[in-house]
């Protein structure tokens, strides 16, 4: 597995890029700091936003398998307690819910660290 990153173009947001997904889990508050990557065929956003770290893996034709979810999270938060780590299962649930219609994925794995102020 390689974990490829993605320049990004200067005018480059994630709210173009997975709007729903974004809004869902910022809304308006700002976002410090993110990076995009691939992973074979799975997209890959590292995403810091103040209060809390999330890696979004998004899957176009099917299921993230638990082997990826950890290759992104040791190449991406190396050195990070895996105990402090959630799976959003809600969030995940929320936006496929509102995405219902119109989704571009067959699977979405949201994982967050909050992080202390």
């Known amino acids: 597995m390689h974990l490829i990153e993605l320049p990004i173009k200067l005018n480059a ?13 910022y809304g308006k508050s ?7 990557y691939t992973l074979g065929n799975l997209h890959v ?10 890696i979004i893996i998004m899957a176009d034709s099917r299921q993230v398998k638990s082997e990826e979810i950890d290759f992104a999270i040791e190449n991406l938060m ?3 307690d895996k105990a402090s780590l959630e799976i959003n299962e809600e969030a995940k649930a929320a936006v496929e819910a509102v995405a219902k ?3 571009q994925y067959a699977d979405i794995v949201i ?3 909050k992080v202390k102020a």
């Open 13 to 25: 947001s994630l709210h173009k890029m997975i709007p729903r997904t974004i809004s869902y889990l």
């Open 45 to 54: 956003y590292y995403v810091d936003a103040f209060n809390r770290i999330d």
């Open 78 to 80: 190396p050195g990070v």
């Open 111 to 113: 994982i967050e660290q």
């Open 101 to 103: 219609k119109k989704l």
């Open 30 to 36: 700002g976002i410090k700091y993110f990076r995009t």
